[in-house]
């Protein structure tokens, strides 16, 4: 009875709340409106309320339809502002400071959401960010079932300043700088973005219904809440947990899992730094515990200390004998905690810590020299294996964003259409390196998805290509799911209106989330400065075009030489390339420029058959550019049978 009582006042509150006159949340004060296209302005009111909307000289009416929404769309205005924007009906909103420029979606992973806050040279960017008309809103996280009208709460539009930059997308921030400070238009940003997930997540269920590739597994999967969600997930995570463990601890037992006296014997082992769900937990979210015993001499022990253990995905609380030392609630924050004197022991340590994620990736994941206990006269390592133990499943118990898809186009997509917008910005890919194959289909469909679903033409969609990053050693020898997922985006270029911006040179090694976010800014500004605002500069490397083999010689032409082809500046060699023959093994190659053409030969292959480049998960070695500054697009000339032909998009509940 208690249940239905409460339905019931949900609904009347859900009612009462549609009825009171308001626009979408995505209209607020400081926020950027689309230049030279039509406006749409819409929200909710009573059925049948007259709504008045009033822009610059403008001024329209709608009448609120019988579901209690409205819409008018005014006539295409000229960059300028700031402006007010009046709504009135029953009551009067005025919205202040707002400007009219261009807008961008700013969409896809971690490497999207990723703030100025974490990038290189921070403390200068955010200083240094004095951009009024440079504005920026972010979508907040969430998922659902079906399309929703609204995106859920948000702290509203903000001006590029001191005290708002740090919290922008780096990515879409050094963009909009690079673009605004060459034509002075101003520049909203819609940051709709979470990281660590898939590409079909991001797509509507129409697409997929009409799509021959992904029809068969959308017509698998019935419309169903997110309750039914939530239970069929927990269910099948309970008993993946009891396979891994056992019956998850209660509260007594978790109490004593920081104290050095507790025996963790019968732990499992996991190699730490690295993100769980691609080691012993897949799927996972939750809250796990990590311990690491340590043997400390008396001088070690007698010392404070600074423990540095990079970045945790996404919060935990730290303790070391027992003792909390820190906590932090955030994915991309550097942990760095202060051990005063008389925390440590001479002999064992036990250092804890409790992990909680929320969803996507779980875990330490930094570089493993990132972790370490730092003395004044010395350092202990401390990367390698930890033991660890699932303690709960999370408070989002739950439905992630990759448990279904269509669950991120739903609550963070479908509520911004029809904003009238520029373009998109995409940075997205990582998640799906183990179907790059049918990335080939899956990026083409959304992007042809999003621009049927605004109704504004095949608007510009730019996008980064995945960086350098040794996600598991690929390379032509024992195949590369990233060089296959960068293959695939590639040849996505083929779509109208299409640019990509190559990131090989600029990634880590050992870091997913690599923090020169300036230069990837950049290099998507150039494509639109040349594209879309009269800037004849160059915006792309060196593309392979074709090849033609003389002897043991391989000779590589491009497009977009640019004024010429030239080493990246500080190398003597050029590297990156390698052929193979007739036997599909390939060699490291010796690649030499002459004119504007790269020769290729190695001594094992007679006569080449294919050539590659930059055809590894890490490529930061190949040093391909044109002499304005671009990277060479990676490539392969053969259709040689890759690695992840048959990774196939599956749902992760059953």
């Not at 030279?36 to 009033?54: L, M």
């Not at 010429?564 to 010796?590: C, H, I, N, R």
Request: aromatic share 10%.
């Amino acid at each position: 009875m208690k249940k239905i009582g409460l339905l019931f006042v949900s609904v009347l509150l859900f009612q009462w709340v549609s009825a009171q006159m308001h626009p979408a949340k995505l209209f607020a004060d400081s926020m950027v409106l689309q230049r030279d296209k039509p406006i749409p302005i819409w929200g909710w009111a009573a059925a049948g309320e007259k709504v008045i909307v009033k822009l610059n000289k403008q001024t329209k009416t709608a009448v609120t339809s019988g579901n209690g929404r409205w819409r008018v769309d005014l006539a295409p205005e000229k960059a300028g502002g700031p402006f007010q924007l009046q709504i009135s009906g029953s009551e009067k909103i005025v919205l202040k400071d707002v400007l009219v420029g261009d807008v961008w979606i700013c969409s896809g992973q971690s490497n999207m959401e990723w703030t100025v806050n974490n990038s290189n040279n921070k403390e200068r960017e955010i200083a240094s960010a004095n951009f009024a008309q440079i504005r920026h809103i972010k979508i907040a996280n969430s998922v659902a079932g079906v399309p929703r009208e609204e995106i859920g709460n948000t702290s509203g539009w903000h001006s590029a300043t001191p005290a708002f930059a740090g919290g922008f997308t780096a990515v879409g921030y050094f963009f909009a700088r690079e673009i605004y400070q060459q034509t002075k238009i101003p520049i909203g940003l819609i940051n709709t973005s979470w990281g660590g997930t898939d590409i079909e997540t991001w797509t509507s269920r129409e697409a997929f219904e009409n799509s021959v590739e992904f029809s068969e597994m959308i017509k698998a999967l019935p419309v169903i809440n997110l309750d039914s969600m939530m239970e069929i997930k927990k269910k099948s995570m309970l008993a993946k947990i009891v396979q891994w463990q056992g019956a998850l601890p209660d509260k007594n037992e978790t109490a004593q899992w920081k104290e050095t006296t507790y025996n963790d014997a019968g732990w499992q082992k996991m190699k730490v730094p690295g993100l769980w769900e691609q080691q012993a937990l897949p799927d996972f979210d939750g809250v796990v515990w990590f311990r690491k015993t340590i043997t400390l001499s008396a001088t070690e022990a007698a010392q404070g200390a600074d423990l540095l253990l990079g970045m945790i995905d996404d919060a935990d609380e730290t303790y070391i004998n027992g003792t909390l030392v820190g906590s932090t609630n955030g994915y991309n924050q550097e942990r760095i905690y202060i051990v005063q004197k008389g925390i440590l022991k001479e002999g064992k340590n036990v250092i804890t810590i409790k992990v909680n994620d929320t969803g996507g990736g779980g875990g330490l994941y930094s570089k493993p020299e990132a972790l370490q206990l730092l003395f004044s006269n010395g350092k202990r390592l401390l990367a390698g294996e930890w033991q660890y133990r699932i303690a709960s499943l999370g408070m989002v118990s739950s439905v992630g964003p990759n448990s279904y898809p269509t669950l991120l186009y739903n609550a963070m997509v479908h509520p911004l259409i029809p904003f009238a917008i520029k373009g998109a910005l995409w940075y997205q890919g990582e998640s799906n390196a183990g179907r790059a194959y049918q990335y080939r289909k899956a990026f083409p469909l959304l992007i042809n998805d999003w621009r049927k679903q605004w109704k504004q033409g095949d608007f510009p969609f730019y996008f980064v290509q995945l960086a350098s990053f040794n996600s598991g050693g690929g390379n032509s020898v024992k195949g590369s799911n990233w060089a296959e997922l960068r293959e695939a985006q590639t040849l996505t270029l083929s779509l109208p209106n299409m640019g990509m911006a190559v990131t090989t040179d600029i990634g880590e090694s050992n870091d997913i989330h690599p923090k020169n976010k300036q230069d990837v800014g950049k290099r998507l500004a150039a494509i639109a400065l040349n594209k879309l605002y009269n800037k004849t500069t160059a915006y792309s490397g060196p593309t392979y075009q074709s090849m033609q083999v003389n002897g043991n010689l391989a000779a590589i032409s491009f497009t977009n030489l640019g004024s010429g082809l030239m080493l990246k500046a500080g190398s003597t060699v050029l590297e990156g390339f390698e052929v193979a023959g007739a036997d599909q093994k390939f060699y490291p190659a010796t690649a030499v420029i002459i004119g504007n053409k790269v020769m290729v030969s190695a001594v094992e292959v007679t006569v080449p058959v294919a050539v590659h480049y930059a055809w590894a998960d890490d490529a930061g070695t190949a040093n391909l550019f044109n002499k304005e500054g671009f990277p060479a697009v990676p490539f392969r000339t053969d259709n040689w049978k890759g690695i992840t032909e048959q990774g196939k998009y599956r749902i992760a509940i059953k």
